[in-house]
């Protein structure tokens, strides 16, 4: 049986200076080491495997040393290394996966300063110098690395040095601990042979961000010594010898046609299309591989698991051929306002073009958008096309392309109607993947689309208890005040709610919400939670708003309001707020006209359980490059810029589902100021990326929310919107 070596390229390697069939330079190691032995200075180098001769041609290393390199700078390294002297001995190379080999140096000024390892081949050419590496201080890190995550795995064709080969897109995020992640090292099963795994390439990783790479190899043929017969109108036979070779899921090729296998046995292959021609006997036939990449974790020092096997892989045919894209692994669904977002993250591959979103016209999933290319049936419509996306990226969790639907009826809204959602993968050449699906219902959302007097909804219009800020002049805002509030959202019949803990009101202050929804102010020194002295600073002003005086240098104000969550214990009518969701928390900001306020200024989401911190809720937000990322830091408001003018501030958080919460709680946090009066008005919390618009019934003392079985009409102008201080928008669409 012919055996084809492995071979690949990358981009960095792709040299029009080479003659047909020239190599191209050597590589240098792997991984460097540099240790004090005592009796010396080893410097020892991982080698490449199996095939690092093979594939970079180096027969040995040489190691040269340089008391001074500035490290900073990329010329700065070559100029090192320019200084830098060859010594003796050399250091052999092996064929052994991920061996080492060293060599040791005993001159004792080698104990300090910088070493650079070339790669040398067996005609003397010499490789790129390695990264300077210094002894190393302290027991050598050989732990081995966790697994890589959100693999993904493209092949198509691409033309190099006038060759066809085939291209691999990698794409994957680190390990959760990454202390001693060096990269990523492919190896490649059934590539020569049916079950053989060999060494491919390895990628370092840079020390953040995701593992994004391409890398070109010869597409893999296997053939045998024997002849075959393509049956007209059918498959392929032989006397015998076919699972040596070949399997379902590879290809065969015969005079230049090629055709998918869907069943092997030994003496009969069944294709697809079957072969169209006369019967026809011929030995002139290859395999051309389905090939199982498989992303193994090196440490820094070269370790790595045992079994790489185990490591996450995804299986490719490697035809060389612009084939049908994969689909996005997953997509996510969730409502922000009166819209369904749609996120998946971006499929690897160099000839992606963008995605086609679908919805269903019901709960039930369309058969017709599992194959490729979707056949949708007559209720499931193409909604959206959104582009490949080249600044976010591939296989990113924190960074999703998103699509908005917002084409709901009025009584989709209302009776909350389920539908399913696609995305489909499209490349340059118009292929189209199969679908990744996911249900979800639309939601009545927003303030601009719900009446007050309509039932609430999971996601409401402000989901604080006392948003309006309402209370009696004066009167500090207390926990235990059952006087301050003005009930809005309350059950019907209008009894307070409470902080978690409090001492009076209602356990389950809401119609809409368990948990507990009033207001509550602490007073703080620099967070010890001592008294500063000042109790009673935050008091009820003007009907609707909070005033702070300053808390003094390293003195903080905290302004509270809970709502129950997921992991409160269930009890009709009350709703709770969803794990992993989307939420909006803004609050209207200025200081009293006489003094300019200062210190900081932060808006916390905190998870709590049974009142014991469970951790923070990440803030979304568009980074410099316009792609949406999280943080677990709260947002920041610049207290020079809050002026007499009340203005608004907001900020999108998701709920870590990870945690048990059983409250939620808002926290407006003032620390540090030390002159003028901060005033808070119009708090609100709503579901999705964005503030939804404030209204004055928001305001009301007289509205409550009644608990009805069923859904009840818009009335007013609750249906067609408000006007007030204007909607302001939801994260756009990068």
Known sequence: ????????????????????????PPLPPLQVVVEDTGAGVRVTVVNDGPLGQRLNGAVRYDAYWAANVDTATAAGKAAGFARATCLAPSIPATDVDHTQSSALFTDAKYSAGFWFVCGVDSNGRRSAPSEPAQITVGAVDTTIPGDVQHLQVSESGRVANGTVFSELSVTATPPDDASNFGGVQLYLKNYSALDEIQEGFFHPWTGSGAIDFNVLYDIPRRGGTFSITANAGGGITAAGGLLAVARTGDQIEIAGR????????????TISPVWPLANLVTSDWSIIALVTVIAV???????RRADVTAAPSKAVLMDGNISTPNAPATIYVSNSG???????????GSTIDGYNVYRSSGASVDAGMAFSPPRPASGTKLIDRVRQNANVPTGSSYARLQSHDSNFSLYDLD????????????????????????GGNCQRQTTGEIDPTQTGRNIGKNLLYNGACAGTAGNAVLANDTTQDSFIGTDASNLPGRPYGAASGQANGTGRFRGYTRLEATDKAGGTGAASGAAGSVKHQNGDEIHMLAPGAGKEWNLYSEIGAWDEASGAPFLKLGKGE???????LSHDGATAVDGSFFIYVEQFNNGTLSGNAKRRFRDSSSVITDSSTPLSVTTSAITATSSRIQSAFQLDSTLTTKQV??????LGGTTGTMVIRRLMVNGGEAAAQWTPDMGDPTISIPIAANPVAPVGDGATGRDGDGWVDRIPPA
């Not at 009166?338 to 690897?348: G, K, L, S």
């Not at 709680?665 to 003032?670: P, Y």
């Open 1 to 24: 049986m012919d055996r084809q070596p492995i071979t690949f390229l990358t981009d960095d390697r792709l040299r029009d200076d080479l003659l047909p069939g020239q190599s191209a």
């Open 258 to 269: 090629r055709h998918d296998i869907t069943a092997a046995s030994d003496a009969a292959l």
């Open 297 to 303: 974790s090196i440490g820094k020092t070269g370790s």
């Open 338 to 348: 009166v819209d369904v977002v749609i996120e998946w993250d971006q499929v690897a």
């Open 415 to 438: 009776v909350n109607s389920a539908f399913v959602w696609y995305v489909t993968t499209t490349n340059t050449r118009g292929d189209e993947s199969a679908a990744a699906s996911l």
């Open 582 to 588: 989307v939420y909006a928390v803004s609050a209207y």
């Open 665 to 670: 709680r808002i926290r407006f946090r003032w």
